[in-house]
């Protein structure tokens, strides 16, 4: 069964609205999640780290205003997409990690801004 | 700072082919993911590579991993159609590096 939960799996909204992930880790305490976005038929490419109780690292050009991350708990972490332009467009996938695991992934988020 | 490189980048091959995909880089790793990704899904982890000079099988899938630990291979045997996918190679623990990706087409 599914390690990792994302939630939702497709979304379709109005320019300059706000979306919110949810990626929860089901079966184990993740110290730290991560979340990526990915174009067609290309890898994964990370947006910002995230780590329990504190504030997420997010990558070179990866605006942090625009793309929220909470981590209020070991197995919770959203990502909020602000003020989604149609550019916002993409697939964007969680995973969880502790120390001595593998990494998990969700099954991603497919976005479509109109 | 530390990169993998991933070749090929595209395959399409016929039922019942052998075809190795490559994963190389210039610095050390730890560890050595590989993982297979279908279409609307997230990654699935196929292995972990940990001891230079490993070998593990999956099937019809052989993974190695080089000697010093800076480069792996996936080898699968007599592909068929249900291979069909995307296959990353991610190094590190924690935060991964990954590879470009290979998208792989098994022709019937």
């Known amino acids: 069964g599914a390690v990792v939960s994302q939630h939702p799996s497709w979304v379709i909204c109005k320019s300059g609205t706000s979306v919110k992930i949810e990626c929860r880790s089901l079966?184990?305490?993740?110290?730290?999640m991560f979340w990526y976005r990915q174009f067609p038929k290309q890898s994964l490419m990370l947006m910002a780290t995230?780590?329990?109780?504190?504030?997420?690292?997010?990558e070179q050009g990866v605006e942090k205003d625009k793309f929220l991350i909470n981590h209020a708990s070991l197995t919770l972490s959203t990502l909020t997409v602000t003020s989604a332009h149609p550019e916002d467009s993409s697939f964007y996938i969680c995973?969880?990690?502790?120390?001595?695991?593998?990494?998990?992934f969700g099954d991603g988020t497919r976005l479509s801004i109109l | 700072t530390q990169l993998l490189e991933q070749s090929p980048q595209f395959l399409s091959i016929q039922e019942g082919e052998n075809l190795t995909v490559y994963c190389n880089s210039s610095?050390?790793?730890?560890?050595l993911q590989w993982y297979r990704q279908e279409p609307g899904e997230g990654p699935v982890l196929l292995v972990t590579?940990?001891?230079?000079?490993e070998v593990k099988k999956l099937k019809r899938l052989t993974f190695q991993f080089g000697d010093a630990r800076k480069d792996s291979s996936l080898h699968i045997t007599a592909a068929q159609p249900g291979d069909t996918g995307l296959y990353l190679c991610?190094?590190?623990?924690?935060?991964?590096?990954f590879g470009q990706g290979t998208e792989l087409s098994v022709k019937p």
């Open positions: 610095s050390v790793f730890s560890s």
């Open positions: 590579v940990v001891t230079g000079g």
């Open positions: 991610a190094g590190g623990e924690g935060k991964l590096i």
């Open positions: 079966d184990f305490q993740a110290t730290t």
């Open positions: 995230s780590n329990e109780g504190s504030k997420a690292t997010y």
């Open positions: 995973s969880a990690w502790d120390r001595g695991r593998p990494q998990h």
